[in-house]
């Protein structure tokens, strides 16, 4: 079966609709997807930003913003904007990656959700901990491995993995041939390159 | 008829697959396509840049010329990266600001043709005047027209009114309504938009 690695930080705007969206299209193309949190935050320090560029330049700003809600609007979903933007994103990165499979997926789906279309604070504990009692997992498990050293360890490998492969922005679909396609509205473009590269290997 | 502006930058690199694809797509919506050359210079001095953010964020750049190798294969036509980027684009504004209709479309499309399908110097006087005689300008008259103060006022008018439309980038389809839609990715949904808001508005 053809495979992808679906890379997503949870404080990005357009993370949102791609999130709601790729496991449908990755389906119909017969894709197995690999959900990878990462953080942006090294990526952009190493870029010279110490904020989302999104702040840094308000038009780019604004015309997010609009581009998001209109993209939103598209594909029938709920939009809020999230206050403070960017949403301190990093524990919620910890406990993707302490889940796994259909859980982590099913979670993160949910933030995003609670993020982006009802604007509830991602950062808290008790936000995320009423996410994972909706998954069915339990919190206080989920969060300790979350917080242990060897899972904080992992999140940091994962975002030096991001930036070698080239990642620039969130979300990313990387294909088993080594193509990056940045950006939800690459999602259909980045499945059928992933579908047929595993077509023309002859896998 | 419905109607929208295409907004465009001889330098700019998604400019170039944009002008190509962007005249069919409108004629199969039924809009009426207004073609806006403008500089991005400004735009990009008011957000502290003095080159192409490709170039200043080289991670960034490695992505898009790679995205849109990508992109110029998929819709079948020839791309070479020309040298240096970006490109001066000054004089090739003034010369299709100088043009109408047909003509200016025409020249235009040909110029991207040049420079990023053959990797053509697009700053230069010569390359411009084949490219207006393969359009069956004469080139001298539409230099000197092009020159002229009158034309170099009105591209610097155009220039303003892009940044006051929140154009921040390129190329951009901007709707009768006003919105703004940024990307050869998004030709398509500003098309659609753009017929839509004709029917709404009932006219």
Known sequence: MASAEFWYEFASTYSYPAALRVAALADKRGVSLAWRPFLLGPIFMAQGWRDSPFNIYPAKGRYMWRDLERTCAAIGVP??????????SLLAARVALALQGDERSDFSRRVYAAEFGEGLPIGERATLGALLIACGVDPAAALERAESDANKALL?????RAAEIGIIGAPCLVTEDGEVFWGN???????AWAARARVGNGR
Do not use: N, S
């Not at 509205?185 to 499945?191: F, I, S, T, V």
């Open 156 to 160: 940091k490998a994962e975002c030096a």
């Open 79 to 88: 939009f809020k904007r999230p206050e403070p933007f960017p949403q301190p």
């Open 185 to 191: 509205d690459r999602l259909e473009q980045g499945l």
